[in-house]
């Protein structure tokens, strides 16, 4: 099977992407084409991977890069068996396009409900583009396959679709939690805490526990985590591949989600709780509904207020004083990621679906 994979708003080494279901297809015997805007983040395509440069979609610029992923998709659409689509804009891209392969629409996120969180978005635009983004979903259940990351997004369809859940590579052993350095990983905006983190690490600082924030930067966040680097408050490495980044967990005290209570946080389950588990490190985490189901029902980290640095602070000091709890939060974790949240579970579901959406025996 030959499947093309496009997205213009994702990092190309985006870790469901590329990381879990790319590396799922390729592990299975099937050859991928990903289509994703290389030049425009800086990165070249795997080897695994047959690499097609697209535009970057990024604030209002958006309709250019739409143009060129609906190029390559009526290019190709006669030499692959299946399409797979990870934008909302990517919609636009393949509707009305006759003779078309089968195409699914991953579905990462509540799109109407991530509005909010738009900057760039006037408030005045956001109800039509609201409207907009419910038409453009009710289209896509009635002309494609659909895939969704969270239980929580069935309610917004009329009909019942597979959950591929945002599960992750979880080690054979890993390293059990050391005692002074707490990492974040992922996308690093004011709605997901950064000045949260900031100030956690300034409060910190005197106890000698250093603060790693791994991630892109949305372009708001920039100005404010420079100068907490220059300031040597804390350490930020920007993106890195997943693959890469996972590794930055490992014998860390503890992992943070400082997620803000947004709407589209509210029934989400943040992946890099389940990365923290996964690598054996107690979570830290804004009390977020899924993020507090998890950590409570495994009893594998800790539950803070909103917006609270102080409390943050004060539960990475019990951790790093309580060595015995430390190692416990944190193979409780782990042990919870291994037995139910590992990838390889997932992805066998995954392949399976789509090769039956394009006719293909395995």
């Given at each position: 099977?030959?499947?093309?994979?496009?997205?213009?708003?994702?990092?190309?080494?985006?870790?469901?992407?590329?990381?879990?279901?790319?590396?799922?297809?390729?592990?299975?015997?099937?050859?991928?084409?990903?289509?994703?805007?290389?030049?425009?983040?800086?990165?070249?395509?795997?080897?695994?991977?047959?690499?097609?440069?697209?535009?970057?979609?990024?604030?209002?610029?958006?309709?250019?890069?739409?143009?060129?992923?609906?190029k390559v998709f009526k290019r190709m659409r006669d030499q692959v068996d299946l399409v797979v689509?990870?934008?909302?804009?990517?919609?636009?891209?393949?509707?009305?396009?006759?003779?078309?392969?089968?195409?699914?629409?991953?579905?990462?996120?509540?799109?109407?409900?991530?509005?909010?969180?738009?900057?760039?978005?006037?408030?005045?635009?956001?109800?039509?583009?609201?409207?907009?983004?419910?038409?453009?979903?009710?289209?896509?259940?009635?002309?494609?396959?659909?895939?969704?990351?969270?239980?929580?997004?069935?309610?917004?369809?009329?009909?019942?679709?597979?959950?591929?859940?945002?599960?992750?590579?979880?080690?054979?052993?890993?390293?059990?939690?050391?005692?002074?350095?707490?990492?974040?990983?992922?996308?690093?905006?004011?709605?997901?805490?950064?000045?949260?983190?900031?100030?956690?690490?300034?409060?910190?600082?005197?106890?000698?526990?250093?603060?790693?924030?791994?991630?892109?930067?949305?372009?708001?966040?920039?100005?404010?985590?420079?100068?907490?680097?220059?300031?040597?408050?804390?350490?930020?490495?920007?993106?890195?591949?997943?693959?890469?980044?996972?590794?930055?967990?490992?014998?860390?005290?503890?992992?943070?989600?400082?997620?803000?209570?947004?709407?589209?946080?509210?029934?989400?389950?943040?992946?890099?709780?389940?990365?923290?588990?996964?690598?054996?490190?107690?979570?830290?985490?804004?009390?977020?509904?899924?993020?507090?189901?998890?950590?409570?029902?495994?009893?594998?980290?800790?539950?803070?207020?909103?917006?609270?640095?102080?409390?943050?602070?004060?539960?990475?000091?019990?951790?790093?004083?309580?060595?015995?709890?430390?190692?416990?939060?944190?193979?409780?974790?782990?042990?919870?990621?291994?037995?139910?949240?590992?990838?390889?579970?997932?992805?066998?579901?995954?392949?399976?679906?789509?090769?039956?959406?394009?006719?293909?025996?395995?």
């Amino acid at each position: 099977m030959h499947v093309l994979v496009m997205t213009v708003v994702h990092h190309p080494e985006d870790a469901r992407i590329l990381h879990r279901q790319i590396r799922a297809l390729v592990d299975a015997g099937h050859e991928v084409t990903y289509a994703a805007p290389y030049t425009a983040r800086g990165v070249m395509a795997r080897s695994w991977v047959n690499g097609v440069d697209l535009p970057r979609a990024a604030e209002r610029k958006r309709l250019s890069a739409v143009r060129a992923a609906r190029k390559v998709f009526k290019r190709m659409r006669d030499q692959v068996d299946l399409v797979v689509i990870h934008d909302p804009e990517l919609l636009l891209a393949v509707v009305g396009v006759r003779k078309r392969p089968p195409v699914v629409w991953d579905v990462h996120e509540d799109t109407p409900a991530t509005l909010s969180l738009k900057p760039w978005l006037p408030a005045f635009l956001r109800p039509p583009v609201r409207f907009l983004a419910r038409m453009l979903e009710g289209t896509a259940e009635r002309h494609l396959h659909l895939l969704l990351a969270e239980t929580a997004y069935a309610g917004r369809f009329h009909r019942a679709h597979l959950v591929v859940p945002n599960e992750t590579w979880v080690p054979d052993d890993v390293t059990p939690p050391g005692d002074d350095r707490i990492v974040y990983l992922g996308w690093l905006s004011e709605a997901r805490g950064v000045r949260d983190a900031i100030e956690v690490a300034r409060l910190l600082r005197p106890y000698r526990v250093a603060v790693e924030l791994i991630g892109y930067a949305d372009p708001q966040s920039r100005p404010t985590l420079n100068e907490a680097v220059a300031e040597g408050v804390l350490e930020w490495r920007d993106f890195m591949p997943n693959d890469e980044a996972l590794k930055r967990l490992d014998g860390a005290l503890a992992g943070l989600s400082l997620l803000h209570d947004e709407p589209n946080y509210r029934h989400s389950m943040p992946t890099k709780i389940v990365e923290y588990m996964a690598h054996g490190i107690p979570v830290i985490t804004t009390p977020s509904p899924r993020a507090v189901e998890l950590v409570e029902r495994y009893n594998s980290g800790m539950v803070v207020p909103w917006e609270d640095p102080k409390a943050v602070a004060q539960a990475v000091l019990s951790l790093r004083d309580d060595v015995r709890e430390r190692h416990a939060q944190g193979a409780r974790g782990y042990a919870a990621a291994r037995a139910n949240h590992h990838w390889p579970n997932s992805a066998r579901r995954f392949v399976s679906q789509l090769e039956a959406w394009a006719g293909v025996k395995s």
